[in-house]
Nanobody, 123 residues
């Protein structure tokens, strides 16, 4: 079993900051990539930022220069520092992990998702 537990969402005024955390636990063989997605009401889920095993990162154009993704490999945790927030950043933020997990005596690579955390930015 693999679990992703998110924390750090909340409400903030425009221009403010929030930091999201996501910790992966369970029968993990290897984490290939971890990232954050978000889904606003009436919109499709979209990639916000991702960090792969080698340390490379990629961001949605809308958050470049404002958001920073980082990780603590020892704790299997990924962070999303969000600065200069705007009302357009309001969404449920989901942690995603592309990881290889132990399944009995074998390993299996798949995506795992957190439960989501609400971020609300007021103007």
């Amino acid at each position: 079993q693999v679990r992703l537990v998110e924390s750090g969402g909340g409400s903030v005024q425009a221009g403010g900051s929030l930091r999201l955390s996501c910790a992966a636990s369970g029968s993990i063989f290897r984490i290939n990539a971890m990232g954050w997605y978000r889904q606003a009401p009436g919109k499709e889920r979209e990639l916000v930022a991702i960090i792969i095993s080698g340390g490379s990162t990629n961001y949605a154009d809308s958050v470049k220069g404002r958001f920073t993704i980082s990780r603590d490999n020892a704790k299997n945790t990924v962070f999303l520092q969000m600065n200069s927030l705007t009302p357009e950043d309001t969404a449920v933020y989901y942690c995603n992990a592309d990881l290889t997990a132990y399944v009995g005596d074998d390993v299996n690579r798949r995506d795992f998702w957190g439960q989501g955390t609400q971020v609300t930015v007021s103007s």
